[in-house]
T-cell receptor, first 116, second 111 residues
Framework: GAVVSQHPSRVICKSGTSVKIECRSLDFQATTMFWYRQFPKQSLMLMATSNEGSKATYEQGVEKDKFLINHASLTLSTLTVTSAHPEDSSFYIC????????????FGPGTRLLVL | QQPVQSPQAVILREGEDAVINCSSSKALYSVHWYRQKHGEAPVFLMILLKGGEQKGHEKISASFNEKKQQSSLYLTASQLSYSGTYFCGTEGMAAGNKLTFGGGTRVLVKP
């Protein structure tokens, strides 16, 4: 499967600041990446689909101006949480869509965000 | 719509079997199964594409009934390492690789 990294793994920030999370596909070129949010003991909720070279597609209810996504290259997508508030505290996970014989998603290790 | 997983949680003794079900209200193209350990990312187990197809990963296997829009994950002779939360991710007929995940099933395997 694909190898995906995320940075940082944990971040604590003050309310009102912005936080950038990087998602990298280490072993293949990913035209599509996905960003999820997961609250404690809950399921993975898709936030947006990140497409290389074009605008991200956001799920209903996700504010595109608050969660900025940039997919500038085939190996890197970034999620910026702007003006973070305590309710944005969550586990953010990216995944890479693998095409071919076995089309599935491979997940990064996740970023735990705590907004104080 | 989110697929429904059952049971929500199950406790097993090492060596016992368990079944986790995933049911969708819409037509499915594929079902993907993942296992997530606490504080870690979900790990891909297997994908099922066709009705009645069964697949295996170690002693974990799964089936997909396309007509009923249901998939089941079978944990056979469970090991301690099987503990974690299992998620099914469903892909609709026009979803373009986009997955919708179920609520998860927590599995605890005790010695």
């Amino acid at each position: 499967g694909a190898v995906v990294s995320q940075h940082p793994s944990r971040v604590i920030c003050k309310s009102g600041t912005s936080v950038k999370i990087e998602c990298r596909s280490l072993d293949f070129q990913a035209t599509t990446m996905f960003w999820y949010r997961q609250f404690p003991k809950q399921s993975l909720m898709l936030m947006a689909t990140s497409n290389e070279g074009s605008k991200a597609t956001y799920e209903q209810g996700v504010e595109k101006d608050k969660f900025l996504i940039n997919h500038a290259s085939l190996t890197l997508s970034t999620l910026t949480v702007t003006s973070a508030h305590p309710e944005d505290s969550s586990f953010y996970i990216c995944s890479v869509a693998s095409f071919g014989l076995q089309e599935t998603q491979y997940f990064g290790p996740g970023t735990r965000l705590l907004v104080l | 719509q989110q697929p429904v997983q059952s049971p929500q949680a199950v406790i097993l003794r090492e060596g016992e079997d368990a079944v986790i079900n995933c049911s969708s209200s819409k037509a499915l193209y594929s079902v993907h199964w993942y296992r997530q350990k606490h504080g870690e990312a979900p790990v891909f187990l297997m994908i099922l594409l066709k009705g009645g197809e069964q697949k295996g990963h170690e002693k974990i296997s799964a089936s997909f009934n396309e007509k009923k829009q249901q998939s089941s994950l079978y944990l056979t002779a469970s090991q301690l390492s099987y503990s974690g939360t299992y998620f099914c991710g469903t892909e609709g007929m026009a979803a373009g690789n986009k997955l919708t995940f179920g609520g998860g099933t927590r599995v605890l395997v005790k010695p």
